[in-house]
């Protein structure tokens, strides 16, 4: 019994004696000590902040990944404990004379009270705090990564960063933690092997404990202290009538069925028009109106982007069971909005023009740049792309892999297939500034029919789409998410969908007897960065 | 002059943080786009150059008649200018024309029943017109006749049935008229304080005394004379309207040069912003240049070289 007792005695102090080890500052930084960094966590009353600055329309967050199917069940918890907070600071030392430099690039006035509340709440536990916010060039003064992406010191100049990571796919959330990727993390071995482990596979059930695995680790160690899931509003007038057509994310694009919609009018009004060109749809996905009704897509998800994807323009595809080959099948008789042929030689063209234009979404970015010999292409060394084989006549097109790229289908959901009539001996690094974007041709179900800059872009049906003829005019004016214009166009009657992620919108649209609004979750999380590097 | 204007808007734009790239790509995306690829689109806009360098390759195309490209969308700056401009123009004229007349009228009717309840009513309305900013009668004129009662669009400026000038007609109504409103007051101050100033002149009492009818006394006699400083202020107005109209324009969502110039300045677009600028300078040293003729052929005593 004794010998029993002295054991488990000697456990117990090599674990408690490796707790503590862990438990500290690895660097000149008391931010690179996890005990400082839960008590942050900690220190902010997420609840309150939720029912007073947000009215209740955010979801307090436990982790990066938002709730779902990759949620861990087993996530420490970080909720609200200021007396927990104040003793691991005493536990850490905590120098009580330091003032963290928050920054932030949110320029409305929700994050400034954000802001100040969490000043209050940290002020609270003893912790000083000023913000700020970034201008100019803020990907550089938020997103630099150090030389050395273990040791530091850090790339740039700020203790903790609020900002947000909006994701289609899960991993987006934890691929950029890989050492050397990461701005405000040091890397480590460990952390790399588990991002390995989740891009391993296309298979959501294998990737699940990989899912679990990392963001258990990840919230241990508290990377980032994860405030509040946003969610998005779609909001419609009266006039619109989906027709059961499904709600979804709709930052992106997914299977909304617009051509089976009953619009009273005849027209639809909408934002999210031109005011000087049209953007190409290859980096914001879906927030333009035209990027959804204009383009069209090889595949077609479900309103959770990445779940229940069908065809679109394919008719059928196939995937290897290494998930290195993918080959579709067009549907016959695709045209275009100008009344050409749509091939596989236009996809295979887009494919090509992602390659090397820089100005694209990471998700399509990802996936291009895995295909056999992209790189060669891209660095200019060779004039094809030795992986993308098409067959005209069979309407087929196959594409093989260099690397497993675990969203691939998933990517294309979202990229759209542009004309190579129009856009062909385009220098990639000027996409956006080619004419087209003026007057776009597209394969959608609405097809541009006039355009005047800054003022409206009426769109009208496609009567060669593949899905069906709608049977109303879609008229979209130059107005934005939180530009103000919204609430004055609904109430005026001008507006009849569109989606904000404002949540003083959503309550001015509640108000009006004509509007209604939809919660969506989406991936979308807020959060405090951390750094963790030793000062520049 | 326009040299030298050219030359700090362009350093002060330079010295303001970030470029078109950083505002190309947001800081989220940014996060996910390699230092390579932000490099290859710096290089292809040219931003990698010295500020001179910048400067001396805009100026010298400026020169040859290329005003060059909108960086965030491609399109040729005079296409921009071409399509922008007009609808400021309309605006501005409007605006103009609807102060003027009422301006005028009502600074004479001030100054013809001097201390009489009307012309306490005009002073305070014209101190109120001059006092409270723009955006807000603009907001209240929305809330009013576009929310409540919905009898004029709330903004834009055309619409796909528009085929007529007459189908524009309810658009500008409201943004015109807010527009005009401050211009009305201080017009209206001036008027009345030249009218007071000619009705005792001598040459006043001459007419009176030979019988002439007051309104012929005050209209041909009066007016005329007193119109002179009007025509200076008015002339001014032109463009300070066309410059001073962005917020207007902002809030009525109205398509013109000032919101184009907002949407550049915000996306660092250098090309765009220059041009939009140096048309402004111009336009303010044209607009002196004609202001000082039309004086002089107005008021005999302002003739240049002549003693």
Redesign the interface.
Known sequence: MKKLIAVISLVLAQLLFVSTVSAQATNSNQLSDPRVRQALCMAIDMELIKSTLFEDQIIVADSLLPNGPMKSPNLPDYSYNPEKAKALLAEANWDNDRVLDTVF?YGDQLTSDLMAAIQGMFADVGVKMTYRL???????Q??SVPEDGVNGPAAVDYDLGY????AMVMQ?YYN?FKTGLNPQTPGNPKMDAMIEKINSSADPEVLKPYFFEIQEYQMNEVNICPLYYQKLFIYESDNVDRNGGAYGNAQYNYNWDITNWKVNTGTMQTNTGP???FEQPW?NLGLWIHNKIVFDRLLVSGGAIGTDIGVSMAESYEMSADGLNLSFKLKPGLKWHDGTDLTVKDVAFSLRLAMKS?????LV?NTVSSIVGAEAFANGSTDDVSGIKYNIANREISIEFAKLDPNVLTTFTQFAILPESQLAGI?P??L????F??FPIGSGAFKL??V?????A?FVPNEDYHGGVANFDV?A???YDGDG?LI??A????MDYGFTKNVADVGALNAMSNMMTKAVDIPYTRMLWIMQYPKP | MIFVISFLVYFGLDL????AV?H??????????TPE??E??R???GLNATFLERYWIWLTSCLKGDFG???????AIKD?MV??IPATLELSIVALIISTILGCSLGILSALKKGSATDSGLTVAGMAGVSIPEFFFALVA?LIF??HF?WL????????HYETLLDRIPNIIMPSMVLALALTAGAMRYSRSSMLDVLSREFIKTARSKGLPEWRINILHGFRVALTPVVVLIGFRLPLLIGGSTIIEQVF?W?GIG??FI?SVRASDYPLVMMISLMYVFVVLTASLLIDLLTALIDPRVRLGKE
Do not use: C
């Open positions: 690039y970034l201008q100019g060039d803020v990907g550089a938020l997103n900002g947000a990571r909006g987006e950029t005011t000087e060109f980096y820089p100005q694209m979404h990471a970015g220098d690094a000027q956006q500034q080619h004419p974007w003026q029919e006039e005047k800059m800054n003022d409206f009426k008229l004016y130059p107005s214009n004055k166009n109430a005026a009657g001008k | 303001t943080p970030g470029d950083s190309m790509i947001s800081p989220e995306l940014a996060a996910t786009i690829k932000l290859a689109m290089e292809a806009y490209y909108s960086m965030a969308g491609g399109v921009i399509k922008t929305i576009g929310m919905q669009p709330v903004g834009g400026r055309l619409l796909p969502q398509p919101n184009m949407r």
